[in-house]
């Protein structure tokens, strides 16, 4: 059984920020590409931040220059550095990551987190 849990959300006032964390557990051989997403209310959910196993970044245009992913291999834990939050950065955001574990059935596969959730007020 492997499980995403994220933490760091909250509440932050416009120009605020906030850290993400994501922390994968379970029977791990390897963790491969993890990335964030969020959905908005009323909207579908968007990739915001990859980070790869090599630790190359890409990023959505509306976020860049403002949000850093990184990731600690050791922990198993990627994050979310968010700077310059703006309104319209309110969203669930959610985990992302493609694990290869010792599972039943497929040993790699991908998984989501629960999702938490950030509100930016104006």
């Known amino acids: 059984q492997v499980q995403l849990v994220e933490s760091g959300g909250g509440l932050v006032q416009a120009g605020g920020s906030l850290r993400l964390s994501c922390a994968a557990s379970?029977?791990?051989?390897?963790?491969?590409?993890m990335n964030w997403h969020r959905q908005a209310p009323g909207k579908q959910r968007e990739l915001v931040a990859v980070?790869?196993?090599?630790?190359?970044?890409n990023y959505a245009d509306s976020v860049k220059g403002r949000f850093t992913i990184s990731r600690d291999n050791a922990k198993n834990t990627v994050y979310l550095q968010m700077n310059s939050l703006k309104p319209e950065d309110t969203a669930v955001y959610y985990c992302?990551?493609?694990?290869?574990?010792?599972?039943?059935?497929?040993?790699?596969?991908?998984?989501w987190g629960q999702g938490t959730q950030v509100t930016v007020s104006s």
């Open positions: 980070i790869t196993s090599g630790d190359s970044t």
């Open positions: 992302n990551a493609d694990i290869t574990a010792v599972v039943a059935g497929p040993p790699r596969r991908n998984y």
């Open positions: 379970g029977s791990i051989l390897r963790v491969n590409v």
